[in-house]
């Protein structure tokens, strides 16, 4: 079944008077069936979410306004949970998760240090346990939860942004996103006398109106 309502604009295809905002992406379904959209950054799901038959779905770009970040630790030994917020710029930043010891007592913390991979998400567990990391990118509708394996660091590739699209049970190749400023076509073709979708990327001209077309 479809998401909720809110995800989608019910609008038609042919209404050519719609404009996408500044930076947004549109996605046009021009098929007669709900398609579900799985948007990934650097491999891992940030908004699973619909788009109506005969529709169009805005996608705003990630903007770059700082990530907002939880960190959460679960203490097997203690049965206690830590879940501690941050604030992560888009470049050049790591985020650090470690156990202390304080007068005996044990403590987890985080903190932020400067990272040498440039446009990554960089995080760092220095705890003998699993960190799991929730994130949301504001002004967007993209969220992210990553857990970190003890003693290791996990690279996100912030602009390895990809889509995939299933129609009717049919899940379509995987379409890299490399521009925001077009379209993404979702069309029905006919394969052995069946309809079959596709999916197509179209760039857009000064007033919003599709132009060229590459078929993925």
């Not at 998401?3 to 008077?17: E, K, N, Q, V, Y």
């Not at 788009?51 to 049965?79: C, F, S």
């Amino acid at each position: 079944m479809p998401g909720p309502p809110g995800f989608f604009h019910h609008l038609r295809i042919d209404d050519m008077s719609h404009r996408q905002p500044k930076c947004a992406l549109r996605i046009l379904n021009q098929t007669t069936a709900p398609a579900r959209l799985r948007f990934r950054c650097g491999g891992l799901l940030v908004w699973d979410t619909w788009a109506a038959a005969g529709g169009i779905l805005t996608v705003p770009k990630m903007g770059e306004r700082d990530i907002q970040a939880m960190a959460i630790l679960h203490d097997p030994r203690t049965g206690v949970a830590y879940s501690l917020p941050s604030t992560l710029a888009r470049n050049g930043v790591r985020l650090v998760a470690a156990i202390s010891v304080d007068q005996g007592a044990e403590r987890f913390g985080i903190e932020q240090e400067a990272c040498e991979h440039l446009h990554h998400l960089c995080l760092l567990n220095l705890t003998a346990m699993d960190v799991h990391c929730s994130l949301h990118f504001p002004e967007s509708p993209f969220h992210m939860k990553v857990v970190v394996a003890p003693q290791a660091e996990q690279l996100i590739k912030l602009s390895d942004m990809t889509v995939t699209a299933t129609v009717e049970g049919i899940t379509l190749a995987t379409l890299p996103i490399r521009h925001w400023d077009g379209d993404i076509l979702i069309s029905s073709s006919r394969l052995d006398e069946q309809p079959y979708p596709n999916m197509t990327f179209a760039t857009s001209d000064a007033h919003g109106f599709p132009r060229a077309r590459h078929v993925f």
